[in-house]
C-alpha cells in the first residue's frame, strides 16, 4: 500500500494504513529543542525499511534503492534500539499487531 508521496511499490512487508496508526504514537518525536534541524525524513517509510530487512533477510548494504538509504535508517534503529522505541514496536508487532499476516 502505497503511502502519501510515496512513488515505489509496496513490498509484502509494507505497513498497512492501520498497523501504521497503531505503531506511529511509538516513534519519538523529533529532537528540535537540542537545535536539530526539523525532520524530512518519512518515519513509516524507515519502519517499512525495517521490516523489509527482518522479512527478507537481506544485508543492510544491499536494500532495495527504492526503499530509504542504509545511513538513514541504520541511524534510527541504532537510535530506537538504545532508547526501547524499537522494543516496543517489537512487541506491538507480537502481540496483536501481526504484521502483514494473511
Known amino acids: 500500500m502505497a503511502t502519501e508521496g510515496q512513488s515505489r511499490k509496496p513490498y509484502p512487508s509494507d505497513l498497512t494504513d492501520e498497523q501504521w496508526g497503531i505503531l506511529a504514537p511509538?516513534?519519538?518525536p523529533p529532537q528540535t529543542h537540542r537545535g536539530g534541524h526539523p525532520r524530512t525524513v518519512d518515519m513509516r517509510?524507515?519502519?517499512n525499511t525495517l521490516?523489509?530487512?527482518?522479512?527478507s533477510g537481506c544485508q543492510?548494504?544491499?536494500l532495495p534503492h527504492d526503499l530509504l538509504?542504509?545511513?538513514?535508517?541504520?541511524?534510527y534503529f541504532k537510535?530506537?534500539?538504545?532508547?526501547?522505541?524499537?522494543?516496543?514496536?517489537?512487541e506491538s508487532i507480537e502481540y496483536g499487531l501481526h504484521i502483514n499476516k494473511q
Open 60 to 62: 543492510w548494504d544491499m
Open 45 to 47: 517509510e524507515v519502519v
Open 79 to 90: 537510535r530506537w534500539r538504545d532508547d526501547g522505541t524499537w522494543q516496543a514496536i517489537v
Open 69 to 75: 538509504p542504509k545511513s538513514t535508517v541504520f541511524d
Open 51 to 55: 521490516l523489509y530487512l527482518n522479512r
Open 26 to 28: 511509538l516513534i519519538p
